[in-house]
């Protein structure tokens, strides 16, 4: 195998996000205890290190880091303090009573705007524009993807969000790694 030089840069972008890891399972023998913390609803402080990559530099680089500007201004606009829920989230009906109604008289993506570019729903405004402020606050708090938000999940997705964007200027994207905490992170590479 031909070694190939190459140069890789990353960025980073911090984000406070929620999820609820619905399908957690723990084998004993394995931690220190039983209990499945990723099941509750839990936020996390997240840092998203984006590494793009190239075989050759343009004007000496393999981009400017500012190309990454709209991946910043996404992070804020969509997760930043939001709680990314699976859409097939057993418990969904249960913390959102409102879904209840929904999802027994018709489907509930009826209800939901996707975003087809970057893979999730939101709620729609024409939902939004019919329901009290407290409710409204909830609701405008909520990204739906159609994945266990486990924090090897959302590396992926992160990562194919990044590529498909920075493949348009002619630029790989080599890792997404995120960290959910200072100590615990994962890391999604197609190489």
């Not at 998203?48 to 990454?68: C, E, P, R, W």
């Not at 159609?146 to 992926?156: A, D, R, W």
Request: charged share 25%.
């Amino acid at each position: 195998m031909e070694n190939k030089e190459r140069w890789i840069i990353g960025k980073d972008f911090d984000f406070c996000y929620g999820h609820r890891v619905w399908s957690q399972t723990l084998i004993a023998e394995y931690s220190t205890d039983t209990c499945l913390k990723c099941r509750h609803l839990h936020g996390h402080q997240g840092r998203a290190i984006v590494k793009l990559y190239s075989q050759s530099l343009t004007n000496g680089m393999v981009t400017d880091f500012k190309h990454l500007g709209w991946f910043k201004k996404w992070i804020d606009d969509v997760l930043d303090h939001k709680f990314i829920m699976d859409i097939n989230d057993p418990l969904l009906t249960h913390e959102f009573p409102e879904f209840k109604k929904l999802k027994d008289t018709t489907d509930m993506k009826n209800y939901l705007d996707y975003n087809s570019e970057y893979s999730y729903w939101t709620i729609n405004d024409n939902i939004l524009s019919k329901v009290d402020f407290p409710i409204r606050e909830k609701y405008e708090g909520l990204v739906f993807v159609n994945f266990v938000p486990t924090s090897e999940n959302l590396s992926k997705w992160l990562f194919e969000i990044v590529q498909k964007k920075m493949r348009k200027i002619g630029v790989e994207t080599h890792s997404v790694i995120l960290f959910e905490t200072p100590k615990s992170s994962s890391e999604y590479s197609i190489l």
